[in-house]
């Protein structure tokens, strides 16, 4: 009887920078091949004093793809536990300690988190062309929950549009979002 592996095969050698290969890759590819870079870096240069050049710096940066204009909706993130509100009207990178290092454009949000079930970077909030929220959790420990009609649907892995009203779980903490008319 064969019995199933409770977690995946290791990754074929090249995955790692330490993995060492066999023969010269580079003469795997014509010259024209080679000198084309497939990388399109749209982050902004590291100017003196700026962490991005550091390698020791361990902080999360947000693509400027993930910003947008100026959103046409407003709305309000708050936890009846703590007493906290969060106005959201742009995008923001949500977490206990949230770095201060985002792009312009972006706000850090610090969420009070007596429980300390929140990541220091836990979870980023965008707004669409259309002004629609989206929200996606960074890795987090605890995870990024949303919770529409008695339903939780657990944020993972990839942005997700979010049905206003809801409830928002982050770590432990439970969050009411509502859109906030003028």
């Known amino acids: 009887m064969r019995r199933s592996i409770p977690y995946p095969p290791p990754p074929e050698p090249g995955w790692y920078v330490e993995d060492t290969m066999p023969g010269d890759a580079s003469q795997a590819f014509p010259d024209d091949v080679r000198s084309q870079s497939a990388v399109v870096d749209d982050a902004p240069a590291p100017s003196d004093g700026s962490p991005y050049g550091n390698e020791e710096w361990d902080g999360t940066i947000l693509s400027r793809s993930f910003i947008d204009q100026r959103p046409q909706h407003r709305y309000v993130l708050r936890n009846d536990a703590t007493g906290q509100t969060v106005i959201l009207d742009r995008s923001a990178l949500l977490g206990r300690k949230p770095t201060k290092a985002v792009p312009e454009g972006v706000s850090p949000q610090k969420l009070d988190d007596p429980t300390r079930t929140i990541s220091r970077n836990h979870a980023a909030v965008s707004f669409d062309r ?12 605890n995870g990024t929950f949303l919770i ?15 049905t206003v009203p809801c409830t928002v779980r982050i770590g432990d903490q439970f969050f009411n979002l509502e859109e906030q008319h003028s």
């Open 130 to 141: 259309e002004g629609r929220l989206w929200i996606e959790d960074y890795g987090s420990l």
């Open 148 to 162: 529409v009609n008695g339903e939780e649907t657990q944020v993972k892995g990839r942005p997700v549009k979010v």
